[in-house]
């Protein structure tokens, strides 16, 4: 299959096993595209996943991400994923599928800011994929840094770093040099023993065959930064609501609200609905990307499609 290079921000590993070597979150990743493979095949659906591509396309599509300040367009990023499959558009859809899951366990804003762009207004087929990958990554427990995604940007600009300060050091040392050179010479030119030519000759060898300093070495910087401080609450809830102290009231009133109703969907959504309307909810957050964090807060009863459904209906 014909396809682009990554360039700076993502070289391919050539296997799964290198794949999890440098990214050992990727092993639940890889598990759910093969179990997603075995459920087409099962199903009389004949389509070939590269797992290998899918997934070095992903990782260079996150490393993009968070290295650049691209503009945040869901189709810069399929265009991305469509050059690095040589133009084949096939596996575009699946790409972002698995990107989203990734994103979605992946701590920092920037990487909810994505994932939500990603998900937006998108086909049935492509949520029913969504939902699909997911089932198989249900239990998964693993967990990205945005720094995970960014190893081989910073190899790059460690080598680049390095290169600089080797190209300061020999303008230094050649400074040095120099200076001693001239130092040097204004001393044999006070010197007036033999023949000044050999004299100095002779000097300036011996000064050279001496052994010199060693060079200090450049000490990295530590990338041990105390990594950011996990929330206890929640993104969807507002300012308003932390600074109210009323993320557990709505919590709680979410759950009350499909208590003895039939129609629990559209009660539970009216309720988030409401919430929502007086500033404690955010609303600029996709069906999606709501019902997987609703999901994460409290147990809930019903399915996703249904919710989507009612809650694209409520924001219209």
């Known amino acids: 299959m014909l396809r682009l290079p990554h360039s700076d921000y993502f070289h391919d590993r050539h ?10 979150a990727d092993k639940i990743f890889i598990r759910g595209l093969h179990a997603m493979q075995a459920h087409f095949d099962n199903n009389g659906v004949y389509v070939e996943i590269p797992v290998v591509r899918v997934m070095n396309t992903a990782h260079y599509i996150a ?11 869901q189709m810069e990023y399929e265009v991305l994923a469509y050059d690095s499959f040589g133009c084949d558009k096939k596996l575009v859809p699946l790409t972002m599928i698995v990107l989203a ?5 992946t701590e920092g804003f920037r990487a909810r800011q994505c994932r939500n762009l990603i998900l937006d207004n998108r086909d ?11 089932r198989f ?15 081989d940007t910073h190899t790059l600009m460690q080598r680049n770093q390095q290169l600089e300060y080797e190209n300061r050091q020999l303008i230094t040392e050649n400074k040095e040099l120099k200076i001693k050179y001239q130092n040097m010479e204004e001393k044999y030119q006070q010197i007036n023993i033999g023949t000044q030519n050999n004299y100095t ?31 206890s609450e929640s993104f969807i809830f507002t300012k308003k609501a932390k600074k109210e102290g009323k993320i557990d009231l709505i919590i709680e009133a979410l759950q009350k609200s499909v208590q ?20 404690y909810v955010d609303a600029h957050y996709n069906a999606r990307v ?17 919710f989507r459904r009612l809650y694209n209906s409520s924001r219209n």
């Open 15 to 24: 296997s799964e096993e290198e794949l999890c070597q440098d990214f050992p």
């Open 63 to 73: 490393a993009y991400m968070f290295a650049t300040t691209c503009s945040g367009d």
């Open 101 to 105: 899951a990734m994103l979605q366990r």
């Open 124 to 134: 049935p087929d492509f949520e029913e994929g969504v939902t699909l990958y997911d």
């Open 137 to 151: 990554l249900r239990s998964a427990e693993e967990h990205f840094a945005e720094e995970d995604f960014l190893i």
């Open 201 to 231: 000759g002779c000097t300036i060898n011996n000064y050279f065959g001496t052994s010199t300093s060693t060079i200090p070495t450049e000490q990295t910087a530590s990338d041990d930064v105390p990594s950011e401080q996990k929330s």
């Open 260 to 279: 003895g109703r039939k129609d629990k969907t559209r009660a539970f959504v009216l309720e988030l609905k409401t919430w929502q309307n007086d500033g």
């Open 290 to 306: 709501m019902y997987d964090e609703l999901d994460k807060l409290m147990p809930i009863s019903f399915g996703y499609d249904v």
